[in-house]
T-cell receptor, first 109, second 114 residues
Framework: SQQGEEDPQALSIQEGENATMNCSYK?????LQWYRQNSGRGLVHLIL?????REKHSGRLRVTLDTSKKSSSLLITASRAADTASYFC?????????FGKGTRLHILP | ETGVTQTPRHLVMGMTNKKSLKCEQH?????MYWYKQSAKKPLELMFV???????ENNSVPSRFSPECPNSSHLFLHLHTLQPEDSALYLC?????????????FGEGSRLTVL
């Protein structure tokens, strides 16, 4: 299916460390987006990477896309307590944006 | 403030009740969406409206009835719901309804069906 699947399901790291989350999908896509969701709140868009791009940066975020492996990764560098949230990848194709189940990230003080 | 406002934030209803969720976007977008978020499941796309026309109905049961009177307002009318319909219902908007668009989400309406 087009739906992305994040890995790991949950991740706990110490503040200041880097956090890496992965997303795999099964069909071809036009783009892939990453979103963040704080507990019980709405999702917030982080970054969009197109199928012809391999890497994209935004502040402490680095996203890679490997279309041959149908996978993407989100790296958050120098993590902070405020980064504690769920992170979702969303694949885009045929005017649809389909979300995965997400990775729950917990930053330990 | 994300520009997308959902009311009510919390709703408890019995299976025989009729209620409505409301979403309003102040971003000048042309597309609006309803997503359902249940525990341990991916966000489920329910409905998409583009320029007030429904362009997607993802096999949603008829007990959920959407209404989009204009590009700024979206409703989800609820009737004879089941306990498994308890979830966080998220409204979103985007500029043009394509997969290239960034989705702007509201804070969600937490629905509990007793």
């Amino acid at each position: 299916s087009q739906q992305g699947e994040e890995d790991p399901q949950a991740l706990s790291i110490q503040e200041g460390e880097n956090a890496t989350m992965n997303c795999s999908y099964k069909t071809s896509i036009n783009n892939l987006q990453w979103y963040r969701q704080n507990s019980g709140r709405g999702l917030v868009h982080l970054i969009l990477i197109r199928s012809n791009e391999r890497e994209k940066h935004s502040g402490r975020l680095r996203v890679t896309l490997d279309t041959s492996k149908k996978s993407s990764s989100l790296l958050i560098t120098a993590s902070r307590a405020a980064d504690t949230a769920s992170y979702f990848c969303a694949t885009g194709r045929d005017d649809k944006i389909i979300f995965g189940k997400g990775t729950r990230l917990h930053i330990l003080p | 403030e994300t520009g997308v406002t959902q009311t009510p934030r919390h709703l408890v209803m019995g299976m025989t009740n009729k209620k409505s969720l409301k979403c309003e976007q102040h971003l000048g977008h042309n597309a609006m969406y309803w997503y359902k978020q249940s525990a341990k499941k991916p966000l489920e796309l329910m409905f998409v409206y583009n320029f007030k026309e429904q362009t997607e109905n993802n096999s949603v049961p008829s007990r959920f009835s959407p209404e989009c009177p204009n590009s700024s307002h979206l409703f989800l009318h609820l009737h004879t719901l089941q306990p498994e319909d308890s979830a966080l219902y998220l409204c979103a908007s985007s500029q043009d309804g394509t997969e290239d668009g960034e989705l702007f989400f509201g804070e969600g309406s937490r629905l509990t069906v007793l």
